[in-house]
Nanobody, 117 residues
C-alpha cells in the first residue's frame, strides 16, 4: 500500500489548507482512512477518519474546523483545514485504518503544516 500526501505548507493563523493523499496498492473504496498528526515533542494523534461507508470521526481539537472527505473514483483522501491555529502545526500523515478502534495500519511519508501566529 502506498500513501502519498501533498498540500502542506506555511499559513497564517485563521487561514486554510487542503491536504490530499493519493492511495495505491489497495482497494481504496473499501478501506477506512484517516489523517493523523504529530507535533514536535508530542505523540501522534488521529485527528480525522472516514469509513468506507462515509461515516466520519473527528478529534475534539479539530471539530468544526476540519473536514475529511474521499473520492473513491480517484482513490484520493482529503482534509480541508479551516480556521487554522498555531497549535495545528505538525507533520500530517495519511493513514489506512483497521478495526472498530480505527487503528492505523499503513502510513504515508507525511506533509508539514506550519501555522504562524
Amino acid at each position: 500500500v502506498r500513501l502519498v500526501e501533498s498540500g502542506g505548507g506555511l499559513v497564517q493563523a485563521g487561514g486554510s489548507l487542503r491536504l490530499s493523499c493519493a492511495v495505491s496498492g489497495s482497494i481504496f473504496s473499501i478501506s477506512d482512512m484517516g489523517w493523523a498528526r504529530q507535533a514536535p515533542g508530542k505523540k501522534r494523534e488521529l485527528v480525522a477518519a472516514i469509513r468506507s461507508g462515509g461515516s466520519t470521526y473527528y478529534g475534539d481539537s479539530v471539530k468544526e474546523r476540519f473536514t475529511i472527505s474521499r473520492d473513491n473514483a480517484k482513490a484520493t483522501l482529503y482534509l480541508q483545514m479551516n480556521s487554522l491555529k498555531p497549535e495545528d502545526t505538525a507533520m500530517y500523515y495519511c493513514v489506512s485504518l483497521r478495526g472498530v478502534a480505527l487503528d492505523p495500519e499503513h502510513w504515508g511519508q507525511g506533509t508539514q503544516v506550519t501555522v504562524s501566529s
